[in-house]
């Protein structure tokens, strides 16, 4: 027997950290409303990121840098040091620093979100319940949007929010499906890396903080055998330090409108830097609250040359590994145990070996092939929603009522995260958020990233329905 349809004020797609900032900011404002997250994983507010349970897989930032309320810069460090007081995570001590400077474990940010979501629906006079489930279908009529779910319930809402996160990437640069994930181990997967033997050999695609992650795991799990990573620039992410404040040059200079003008002037404030004995990473850090005014400033030929030239630098220099991560790839490499090489994935195949996969080295030609006995995809993510297999952005763009972002990043939207349709009307009842706006902001995955654009959708949202009203 079909169940009746539920009804809400607001349903939310995803249950990670996206759509817990989400519900955690609309419970903090007045009024009655009812919130439905839909998320198939057991536990709110963890997601792939934060479901992490080892304590080496640490945040890639550290506790002054992940607040989850854009209020309070210091509500992280606030909580870890409440949480420390009462005996947890006893290995803090390993870090020898200050609380505001440690890293801490995935797994305990996940506890953190989740008790600042149980604060938030204590104190406030809406509700919110977890459905656990996967959207399937989405419909959108002039006065609500449908959802059907993967056991065929549906649900209505006055509005309905995309908070999906990140999808991983499983594809060849041909964009053929290349059998990547379904072969590859979870590179967080600690327990699948203890069946591995330990002097296995392991081949890892993608050289960002993923592969850090899964070299991390594979210490864990007690591997000592050879790794070898492949990807295509063969660049490591930088560690992060603690570099002094450094002016923000960005504040009162709107001259600087394109990439290419913040990287030339970026270039010469890290010489000034390096000149007095400061960080580089020092004037870096000051760029990142001006990227999505930057980035929308740029036209997209001036986009699409920065995605193509100089992304994976931007990348390896902005996205850094925590100090001891890489420390451990550090001290791998050093002992030639990780090989790191810059080669393009052409496909894999079983072998007698485990795995067979087909590289192209930099500078060559001809396409070679490498075995081991386990593949890990660190490839990274996978933003345009025309190559994701599931069901909901599939459906979605069947029913045109999205179009892909900039380049193809993401999902287009207006500046307040409402999506826009095949035709390019700004939908009414159906918004997004997070890692779905990649396209319209550059970086909108980190936790100060989404936990502003959580805030700002939330009040959007009841504004809104107040007008409708």
């Not at 590859?184 to 699948?192: G, K, L, R, S, T």
């Not at 996205?319 to 050093?334: D, F, I, K, T, Y």
Request: charged share 20%.
């Amino acid at each position: 027997m079909t169940e009746p349809t539920r009804n809400a004020d607001v349903l939310i797609i995803g249950g990670g950290l996206s759509g817990t900032l989400l519900a955690m900011q609309l419970l903090r404002l007045p009024g009655r409303r009812r919130i439905l997250l839909i998320e198939p994983r057991a536990e709110l507010g963890r997601g792939e990121a934060y479901s992490a349970v080892e304590l080496g897989h640490t945040l890639n930032g550290n506790a002054a840098r992940m607040s989850v309320d854009p209020d309070n810069a210091d509500d992280l460090t606030q909580w870890l040091t409440h949480y420390l007081d009462g005996g947890g995570w006893p290995q803090a001590h390993e870090q020898s620093v200050p609380v505001s400077e440690l890293f801490p474990p995935r797994g305990i940010f996940g506890v953190y979100a989740q008790q600042r979501l149980a604060e938030a629906k204590a104190l406030s006079a809406a509700s919110v319940e977890h459905v656990r489930a996967e959207v399937v279908d989405l419909q959108v009529d002039a006065t609500s949007t449908l959802l059907t779910l993967d056991n065929g319930q549906q649900l209505r809402g006055a509005c309905a929010v995309l908070a999906t996160g990140m999808f991983p990437a499983a594809r060849t640069p041909q964009t053929e499906p290349s059998g990547l994930n379904a072969a590859a181990v979870d590179p967080w997967d600690v327990q699948a890396m203890r069946q591995l033997d330990p002097q296995a050999s392991v081949l890892i695609i993608g050289s960002g903080l993923t592969m850090v992650d899964a070299v991390v795991s594979l210490e864990q799990a007690g591997h000592r055998g050879p790794i070898e990573v492949f990807s295509r620039h063969g660049l490591l992410p930088h560690v992060r330090r603690q570099p002094p404040s450094w002016a923000d040059f960005l504040a009162d200079d709107h001259r600087l409108r394109s990439p290419r003008q913040l990287l030339r002037e970026l270039r010469r404030q890290c010489r000034l830097a390096l000149a007095q004995g400061i960080d580089w990473q020092a004037p870096l850090d000051t760029v990142r609250a001006h990227i999505p005014r930057l980035w929308s400033q740029a036209s997209e030929r001036e986009k699409r040359q920065f995605v193509r030239h100089v992304r994976p630098w931007w990348e390896s220099h902005h996205h850094r590994s925590p100090p001891l991560s890489a420390q451990l790839v550090a001290r791998l490499h050093a002992q030639g145990r990780l090989r790191i090489q810059a080669a393009s994935f052409k496909g894999l195949m079983p072998s007698v070996e485990g795995v067979t996969i087909r590289v192209r080295r930099r500078g060559e030609q001809a396409v070679s092939q490498v075995s081991g006995a386990a593949l890990i995809n660190s490839s990274g993510i996978e933003y345009d929603w025309r190559r994701v297999a599931r069901p909901l952005p599939q459906q979605l763009l069947k029913r045109g009522l999205i179009q892909p972002g900039p380049l193809a990043l993401g999902i287009a939207a207006d500046a307040s995260g409402a999506v826009l349709d095949a035709q390019g009307q700004v939908s009414q009842r159906l918004f997004a958020m997070g890692p779905p706006l990649r396209g319209m902001w550059w970086e909108s995955t980190a936790v100060t990233d989404v936990a502003l654009q959580a805030k700002a959708l939330a009040t959007r949202l009841v504004c809104h329905a107040n007008d409708r009203a």
